[in-house]
């Protein structure tokens, strides 16, 4: 076992800890905060807002691999997602084949 | 349903497209983690106990970058701040009389994501002794899924041709743009996504560091007030 092993090891752990620290912290404040009151209201449309956020941002500005992609490929994509989700009567698994497969696809078409 | 069917049923929920599109991702994950000069020991265990594919990958790319410790980890921790508001909406729903605390913090442990979103989706509509089983049901099968799909994209990596790869990571953001469209539920919701959906791209291009958080903070305050407003 070399030293970076052990390196390595004690950074996943550290990592897994320290986001454990947020996820408990959640359920620590979760146990005391009032579902009714606007505090509750607020960090709901923060858990949405940042979620959406998040998404739209790989689709419109992506890093990695999907950065090869052009926009208007990736735009049909949700297209094709969103219309296959519907036809399929709210099947998740169709809407994402569909969709995911849009984009090679395309690739081939040229 | 009874609690064990809430298990199953969670189960159940996980395979119609959960686990498929997770799982793709983490044969991404597995198969960097590979390339990157990883062993096939810190991907698995990386995926068990950190349990968020953006903050894997933010440690695999920075080790390989030779990142120090202190920064990685700040980084890979501040990646993860978004459990906190996931956790604080989500257990409130989960909670039922006579369940023991540590059951929760268990179920903050094998939150994600994608699990946060389907019970967001799925669990007001459930009576609450079924709700913690439906979701840990769920939520430990995404997790088991995702171990398994890690150490075959590991294995499997340099074996996948491009277009299916970029299939795969394309997979991930439209199965959200699907479930948080689904079923929108109240007005307050409907204008969180869309004030998020706006600000978080307009953050990242001034501080990519700070889109996921602060895209959250000031789409969902904005949302907040505005739901407010009208309310009134």
């Not at chain 2, 410790?69 to 989960?94: G, K």
């Not at chain 2, 799925?122 to 840990?136: E, G, M, N, T, W």
Request: charged share 10%; net charge positive.
């Amino acid at each position: 076992m070399t030293e970076d092993f052990w390196g390595l090891t004690a950074l996943v752990l550290g990592c897994a800890v320290g986001s454990y620290v947020w996820r408990g912290l959640g359920v620590w404040v979760a146990d005391r905060v009032d579902v009714e009151s606007d505090w509750f209201r607020w960090i709901t449309c923060v858990a949405f807002a940042m979620i959406a956020g998040l998404v739209c941002r790989v689709i419109l500005l992506p890093v990695g691999e999907l950065e090869q992609t052009s926009l208007v490929r990736r735009l049909a994509g949700v297209a094709v997602a969103l219309i296959a989700f519907r036809l399929a009567r709210k099947s998740l698994l169709v809407g994402v084949l569909a969709g995911a497969a849009t984009l090679p696809i395309l690739g081939f078409l040229g | 349903m009874t609690p064990r069917e809430a298990w199953y049923a969670g189960f159940r929920e996980a395979f119609g497209a959960p686990a498929w599109v997770l799982g793709v991702g983490f044969i991404g994950f597995g198969s960097l983690a590979q390339s990157q000069g990883l062993s096939m020991l810190h991907a698995a265990l990386s995926t068990v106990t950190i349990w968020a594919l953006p903050g894997q990958l933010i440690l695999v790319e920075m080790h390989t970058l030779g990142a120090p410790f202190a920064a990685i980890l700040l980084a890979v921790v501040f990646s993860s701040s978004r459990f906190l508001p996931m956790a604080v909406t989500l257990m409130p729903h989960l909670r039922a009389p006579g369940v023991p605390t540590w059951r929760y913090y268990f179920a903050g442990q094998v939150l994600a994501m994608t699990s946060w979103a389907v019970a967001m989706r799925h669990i007001p509509d459930q009576a609450r002794p079924v709700r913690l089983p439906f979701f840990l049901g769920f939520a430990i099968t995404i997790w088991a899924v995702s171990l398994l799909c890690t150490i075959a994209g590991y294995a499997l990596a340099g074996s996948l041709p491009g277009p299916l790869r970029l299939a795969f990571i394309f997979a991930n953001p439209l199965y959200f743009i699907l479930i948080l469209t689904a079923d929108l539920r109240g007005r307050m919701v409907v204008l969180a996504l869309v004030c998020g959906a706006v600000v978080g791209p307009l953050i990242h291009l001034a501080l990519p560091a700070w889109s996921v958080i602060g895209g959250g903070l000031a789409g969902g305050t904005a949302a907040f007030l505005l739901g407010r407003k009208h309310h009134d």
